[in-house]
């Protein structure tokens, strides 16, 4: 099982970024996946979700109607479209494997794998 996150770089306010994580060793549709992110001296927060099954979608507050979370099935890959980016979205971005129906979606020990961290950097 590998996640692979890509996507990063460095953007100025307002900008646009998407990430990708694509997975191999398993297929993406019998499982939810997560977007979590953490900036230098802060905990790892949960971004986004889109549930296994039905496609169901959850964002964090400080993300929400700026960031968009997709799945393409026949990819096995998950995006995240990150619209209107501000200085403080800045932080690396992980990828993550949970289970296809997670009610507390946002906590990190509800997930089994990790992709390896795409850094996201926003200039002011």
């Known amino acids: 099982v590998q996640l692979q996150a890509s996507g990063g770089g460095l953007v100025q306010a307002g900008g646009s970024l998407r990430l990708s994580c694509a997975a191999s060793g398993f297929h993406l549709g019998y499982y939810g996946i997560g977007w979590f992110r953490q900036a230098p001296g802060k905990e790892r927060e949960g971004v986004s979700y889109?549930?296994?099954?039905?496609?169901?979608?959850y964002y964090a507050d400080s993300v929400k109607g700026r960031f968009t979370i997709s799945r393409d099935n026949a990819k096995n890959t998950v995006y995240l479209q990150m619209n209107s980016l501000k200085p403080e979205d800045t932080a690396v971005y992980y990828c993550?494997?949970?289970?296809?129906?997670?009610?507390?979606?946002?906590?990190?020990?509800?997930?089994?794998?990790w992709g390896q961290g795409t850094q996201v950097t926003v200039s002011s």
């Open positions: 889109i549930r296994g099954s039905s496609s169901s979608t």
């Open positions: 993550a494997r949970g289970q296809p129906v997670l009610s507390a979606w946002y906590t990190s020990r509800m997930y089994d794998y």
